[in-house]
């Protein structure tokens, strides 16, 4: 033991448990992590701290680490197969990894870079290396299961990356789908206490979920809903809101959407002849005029309208019509939602809106709107998703209640520190440009891009509208041909950071283990040998958190941080204690890589982008940097030459105030929100085109500028008889997704709170001899499973609850091995269960539970 | 390099392709001659003649916008701060680049 580490120390720095990045000060005596603490000074978890945060620094200890490069010796890859690992230098490792990617040099779309490292920097770094070396296929931050809809949803309908109530002003809060505020989601340890602190000021929280969970059970109200049914949800509140109750923000809509945009016979704009710009009826002289006409005054959302011959009706008055297809009692068999509930929600819903009155924050009077439904990734994972989603952020656009206090805000949309970042109309009038502190591309469904005859993988030239397109690989290896791909389209090469991809981001096992398979070299960072490592040819140490440095540290810093006029604030991360020998820092060995490859001024390029470096602050070609150099030159790029690493070492975390008008952006946007989504039209024509010359016939009927409701497959399979139930996933608090799994101390939370056990009700458990505690078959089309009863009366009882991201089989992970379901693994992956749209693969599965 | 003829300077414009690219080209870079006074406008429309649909159906959001997803420096400088695709060019050094979507799947 070296006289340095004699000593006790606090160190201030990030939590890597998931991918928020709580405020942390760790406890260490005599070099070893004794402790971790929440920082009380941070604004994203004010000093709390949840139970995987606590038992982090277990995995600093894991005697499974991976602490040297591994090479696999048995070639044959597959489940159930010993990778057979040997121990290799540094340099043998590099060495192999530079002669694959220069393998594929000229033909890079076979390369397959896959950065979900949310946690840090690598996120940016290693995308920032496929992107220099010219790949298509680069995943940043992004996966298969997560926020398919709402992030393409949030970036055209609010300005930012996620959505999140205003539990400050809020006084109704419906969350659809997810246990927000709870026991899961960004800035989860802040909103804890805002959200027990506005139920204890009165706010009604309603809980509409298959499962009766942790939300559920801090809520006035739980609804159970059958799986895949919240567009008919959404849809028949829509309509007792404007068609039965006539309550709707009629300034807003008129002001802050295209609810006055004049649609023609053909679904799409009106528009001025020589502008092309879509048109407005002015009520108040009865002229019809362009959208941004200065003089408008009295923009008419209902009625109908003749312009130059050409009949033409506000789209809002389009919906109206729409949504007047789903009266509650239409909808109530498939959500299994009594009507009489349905038009009581929606009317709770409309009168706690205030519409009309306003609030005056800090002089600046804004409209009080204190209501809001949230939805995430419940609603989203459906053979429908963007349109089971969609009609869900309607009614909060309907009401007036986005980015305005007490409604429902837009994440990291927009600042005035330490850079300006706004969100931005474009074509149309419509929000285009999402607003994002890291100037990264958004996803966005609007206004999308042109589709093509597809030469990638993932097939994304044939989703126009979708950010990401992984879900797709796993059919096109199968055959290529069939979507007009050659084997020359197909991905060779692969480098992961260490996300558990193949156990959580995809489907049906049996094709994921073939897509992994056809890969012909995989490399990959790893912290432990989970299931995906299980495929890698080539093995690099991975340091914990405890051991990095990082500039970022998780995204509730920069786009899922805490809304409202909560404090911007920025920490990095610091090593805590040393990673142990032959660990590297991975920026370094990105650097080594792109050094290697010719590409190190272009990885620079990106990152001096992406990270706002100018002048003395940038990263320069031709030289190499150690990561604290390169943490301390970012942190004084952003907050001045006196804020450097050591400042942050020293005091933890820089913050400053949000004004108004940052924290509130719907009245100063000027771009407007969507109530109809007329560029569906058009991406429907250019899809059928396409897809024609393909011989594609593949189902567009979810391009329509309303969207219907449609059931998932799984509905259709229980209607049938063949299967009697539909499994979900949901989240555990102290597993948020595998987060933490091979911990012993959240392992032992798990078994203490039975989170291994699958939900069955109680009724149906009954009606089948199933007894809490009980072995029992879990069945889907695609995978047979041993799993244990927890016999509930918290679950509807047409539904299957399979908490977490268990069902771990690799050897490397003697804990958490042959515990609880891997639920990814039950879900048919096809056409028939992707979303049209977003490419979300349906998470709800239909299933068998037997003894 | 520029040359000169009896009526009009050429510019030699160097051409990096970055992001992705290269695996829709199929190509790292290439040299496009243009004009004298030409602008980033005036190379994009250059590169959509070279490499047709393909280049132009992903790099345009809709005639003469770039998408969101695409990022272009002359001689270093984001063109954003030279006028967007009116940027001015010389024998300069391009890199055009089009970066994946961030986040969350």
Known sequence: MTQSKLQSKVVLTACGMCYIGCGIKVQVENGVVVNIEGNTDNPQNRGKMCAKGKAGFMNLYNPNRVKAPLKRTNPKKGIDEDPGWQE?????????????????RDTPKKVYVQSWDVVGDNMFWVSALGSAFGANHVNVASSATCGKVVHPVEFFSGGGFHQQPDLHYAEYCILIGTQFGIASRGSFNHHLTDMADARARGMKLVVIDPVGGFAASKANEWIPIRPGTDAALGLSMLHVLLNELGIYDRESLKKHTNAPYLVGADGRYLRDAATKKPLIFDAADGAVKTHDDPSLRDPAILGSYDV??????????????????YPPEATEKFSTIPAATVRRIAREFGEAAHIGETITLDGIELPYRPVCVDWARGTQGHKHGFHNCWPLKLLNIVVGSVNVPGGILSTGAAGKYPH???PEGGVDGMLEHGGQLMPMPHPSAFPGHTPAKPTRMDLGELFPLAPHYHTLMPLTVENPAAFGLTQQDMIEVMLHVPVNSLLGSWGDIKKVERLYQSFKFIAGFAVEINETTLF????????????????????????????????????VRQPVVEAPPGVRHPQEVVQEIAERLGILSGLYRLLNHTYKLEGDHQLKPGKRYPMAEVVDMQARAWFGEEKGLAWFQKNGVVRHPRDPEEAYIGTFLNARMPV???????????????????????????????????PCPSYHAVQKGDYD?????????????????????????????????????EAVA???????????????????VRATAKVTQCIHPQAVGVGGHFGHFAPGMPISRGKGVNFNALLPTDMEHIDMISTALDHCVQVKVYK | MTTRTTE?????????????????LGQRGLEVALPEGATVGELFESLSTTYGENFSSRVFCRPGELRHTMLVFVDGEDIKRRGGLAAKLGDSEVEVIMLPMFGGG
């Open chain 1, 676 to 710: 109809y989504l007329e560029h569906m039209i058009d991406k429907k024509e250019q899809m059928k085109a396409v897809l024609g010359e393909l011989k594609l016939d593949w189902d567009l009927s979810d391009y329509q500028p309303i969207g219907d409701f449609i």
């Open chain 2, 8 to 24: 009009q300077r050429i510019l030699t414009v160097k051409v990096t392709f970055m992001g992705e690219m290269p695996s829709i």
């Open chain 1, 536 to 571: 890698d040819d080539i093995v690099l140490p991975f340091p914990t958190y405890l051991e990095r440095c990082d500039f970022i540290t998780g995204m509730g810093a920069f786009c899922i941080p805490p809304c409202g006029q909560d404090d911007f604030y920025w920490q």
């Open chain 1, 88 to 104: 290799i230098s540094w340099k043998e490792a590099i060495d192999t990894i530079v002669a694959q990617f220069e393998r594929v």
């Open chain 1, 725 to 761: 139930l539909i499994a979900v996933n949901f989240k555990f608090p102290f597993v948020y997704g595998a987060y933490g799994n091979e911990n012993p101390w959240v392992n032992e939370v798990c078994e203490q709170t039975n989170a291994y056990r699958i939900l069955i009700n």
């Open chain 1, 308 to 325: 130059q011959g050409r009949p033409g009706r506000p789209s809002f008055e389009l919906l109206r019509e729409h949504v007047a297809k």
């Open chain 1, 420 to 422: 300006h970042w706004w």
């Open chain 1, 766 to 784: 009954a009606a089948k001899g199933i007894s809490d505690g009980d072995s029992v078959w879990l069945e889907s089309p695609v995978k047979k």
